[in-house]
């Protein structure tokens, strides 16, 4: 059974950092295409990052770029995203992906797998 559990949300400052974790079980990270979404109540899911299985190519939303860090240890079958210089538009509840065919997707309904998110809120 696969499994997705992030963890490292919480209340951070605006200019702040923040690492989210997403330990992965039932599934090998280095071989799924991974992605980091995230969704503001009463909005659609927003891409945020996403790493390719082959070659560990990565691919970020603008709002993401020059800020955010997506990366995968395979050792510790776990996927992170390192967020730094955080906005308050920011704010949402952050979830992890996994899928394990079709490169890099932007699109949620790509993915198979998720995490059950972690809350992320960024003060003014």
């Known amino acids: 059974q696969v499994q997705l559990v992030e963890s490292g949300g919480g209340l951070v400052q605006a200019g702040g950092s923040l690492r989210l974790s997403c330990a992965a079980s039932g599934l090998t990270v280095s071989t799924y295409d991974l992605g980091w979404f995230r969704q503001e109540p009463g909005k659609e899911r927003e891409f945020v990052a996403a790493?390719?299985?082959?070659?560990?190519?990565?691919s970020y939303a603008d709002s993401a770029k020059g800020r955010f860090t997506a990366s995968r240890d395979n050792a510790k079958n776990t996927v992170y995203l390192q967020m730094d210089s955080l906005k308050p538009e920011d704010t949402a509840v952050y979830y992890c992906a996994a899928k394990r065919f079709g490169g890099l997707s932007r699109v949620g309904t790509t993915y198979n797998y998720w995490g059950q998110g972690t809350q992320v809120t960024v003060s003014a």
């Open positions: 790493i390719w299985s082959s070659g560990g190519l990565k």
